[in-house]
């Protein structure tokens, strides 16, 4: 079985441990830090490597941990028609950035703590993982989300679960197609580019004064953006999260409008990697 190096080597924790603040000599011309080198498109070898498989697992088990406790959440705030004895869309929003904390900062190490099929296709277009990988990655987080969902349902039983819509995502009445996508672009934007910040290589530099820690942050900002954007499409900004609830629910209306739970996050996950990579730290993305 390979140690936790190879985890270190092959995961998204590919930096060195940060120096305390102020206790070497700062340099105007040198870095004190290294930019990873970018992750080749397709790497075989990985095939081969427990570590691999490892990470997949983890990035499975991290969604449907997810899905199992933000859908649980979901269900029993619209449970309920007063809203008065449940912890309401503020908590449904600490529901869903609190998860991603946790589970961010337990698969940091082993997976890089996706979580997320956009914010997998925002790292790979940076070059952070290979295409391998990130299909993995994607692959697992879908299936972990089936699974967690299932497990809702299993819970409420098939009448109940289907009376509350399953916790799906849907573009609410009111709104057009277009505000659903343009919200979700939007929101994923806002997580991604909080990921490419809050895990940038120059947050180990000497003369950095933030704090590198990367899961509060990212938790954070999937709880603003779900306060923002629960009222227009239940806030989705997670692929795996969509297709799980929609295929556990699996109902037309479930169906209608999946395509921009999908669609948006995507742009966005680009749109962000596009932002933080060229113009906040001018790395152009290497063939």
Partial sequence: MEGKEEDVRLGANKFNERQPLGTAAQSQDDKDYKEPPPAPLFEPSELTSWSFYRAGI?????????????????????KDTTKCTTVGIQGIAWAFGGMIFALVYCT???????????????????????????????????????????????FYGKKNY?????GANMVSPGYTKGDGLGAEI?????????????????????????PILAPLPIGFAVFLVHLATIPITGTGINPARSLGAAIIFNKDKAWDDHWIFWVGPFIGAALAALYHQVVIRA?????
């Fill in 58 to 78: 983890a990035e499975f088990m991290a969604t449907f941990l997810f899905l199992y406790i933000t859908v649980l959440t979901v269900m029993g705030v619209f």
């Fill in 108 to 154: 940091a190490g082993i997976s890089g703590g996706h979580i997320n099929p956009a914010v997998t296709f925002g790292l790979f277009l940076a070059r952070k993982l290979s295409l391998t990988r990130a299909v993995f990655y994607m692959l697992m987080q879908c299936l972990g989300a089936i699974c967690g969902a299932g497990v809702v349902k299993g």
């Fill in 162 to 166: 289907e009376l509350l819509n399953g």
């Fill in 186 to 210: 939007v929101g994923t934007f806002v997580l991604v580019y909080t990921v490419f910040s809050a895990t940038d290589a120059k947050r180990s530099a000497r003369d950095s004064h933030v």
């Fill in 283 to 287: 790395i152009p993305f290497k063939k």
